[in-house]
């Protein structure tokens, strides 16, 4: 009786863990995403030969790519985290 509850109990754990290493990871990917935004408008700059207006341009694309990934990943993971959540309460109930 004891070894199943703490079964039930480590999945759920385990489960939990992998969401919130997936959320690192989204993490992760959006600062990437910005950076890369950054970095391709300032080698664009310096092709260029003039001014910073390709590292301002660039970095605002990467936030908004980087802000709409994250959104859609996390709302994704929230979903999944729901789901696991209903059909976690009625295994232990």
Known sequence: MVD???GAARAK???ETGIGM???GLGFQTSSEVGAGA???YLFDWWRGQGTMG???GGVLGIIVGMTSLL???MRINREFDAA???GDKKDV
């Open 22 to 24: 997936r959320m690192a």
């Open 39 to 41: 970095l391709l408008g």
């Open 55 to 57: 590292l301002v341009v």
């Open 13 to 15: 754990e385990r489960r």
């Open 85 to 87: 959540g209903r059909s």
């Open 4 to 6: 199943s509850t703490r």
């Open 72 to 74: 859609r990943g996390a």
